[in-house]
T-cell receptor
Framework: DTGVSQDPRHKITKRGQNVTFRCDPI?????LYWYRQTLGQGPEFLTY????????KSRLLSDRFSAERPKGSFSTLEIQRTEQGDSAMYLC?????????FGPGTRLTVL | DAKTTQPTSMDCAEGRAANLPCNHS???????VYWYRQIHSQGPQYIIH???NNETNEMASLIITEDRKSSTLILPHATLRDTAVYYC????????????FGGGTRLMVKP
């Protein structure tokens, strides 16, 4: 257990539905990252927050994806109008210095 | 895209040293070499990082060649619990930089 928690751990949804995931970082960490990992591949960067400011977004983050970190603590990642291609593990990580601590991930299955 | 190349898979006998190579021939002077690993169904876990000197911690040793174009992660006494995918990553010095994962090396430690 790294101290980073994610909820839910698993989510099954039907195509076209909206889903929201939550990440609670280690409390003193000011940086928070979202990654996506498909089967057999390494994680891919989605977006990065420093405190409440979203400083970087990957081109993978289409306009159906939105992430927030309203008070610089927990973060949410929402996917609207889900597609089967969104099926993946969504990983959250937090850091204060160089080392990123990863949560266990949320596995999304879109039917 | 990842800038490192690693063998797809390796085997190691339990109790022996596991030596995992990585090529990063395009690494720039302000980039560190990071190693993470991912045990099945868990988020990635930080192992070690270095700039140009060899590094050692309680988990592993990192040997970086003098020209910095390659490195080797050494697990001195591999156990079954070290079975995982090991990722070698070039990362800029800005602590906010994301991690760019490649495919990694799947290490299987066998009894």
């Amino acid at each position: 257990d790294t101290g980073v928690s994610q909820d839910p751990r698993h989510k099954i949804t039907k195509r076209g539905q909206n889903v929201t995931f939550r990440c609670d970082p280690i409390s003193e960490h000011n940086r928070l990252y979202w990654y996506r990992q498909t089967l057999g591949q390494g994680p891919e960067f989605l977006t990065y927050f420093q405190n409440e400011a979203q400083l970087e977004k990957s081109r993978l983050l289409s306009d159906r994806f939105s992430a927030e970190r309203p008070k610089g603590s927990f973060s949410t990642l929402e996917i609207q109008r889900t597609e089967q291609g969104d099926s993946a593990m969504y990983l959250c990580a937090s850091s204060f210095t160089d080392e990123q601590f990863f949560g266990p991930g949320t596995r999304l299955t879109v039917l | 895209d990842a800038k490192t190349t690693q063998p797809t898979s390796m085997d190691c006998a339990e109790g022996r040293a596991a030596n995992l190579p990585c090529n990063h021939s395009t690494i720039s002077g302000n980039e560190y070499v990071y190693w993470y690993r991912q045990i099945h169904s868990q988020g990635p876990q930080y192992i070690i990082h270095g700039l140009k000197n060899n590094e050692t911690n309680e988990m592993a040793s990192l040997i970086i060649t003098e020209d910095r174009k390659s490195s080797t992660l050494i697990l001195p006494h591999a156990t079954l619990r070290d079975t995982a995918v090991y990722y070698c990553i070039d990362r800029g010095m800005d602590a906010g930089n994301m991690l760019t994962f490649g495919g990694g090396t799947r290490l299987m430690v066998k009894p």
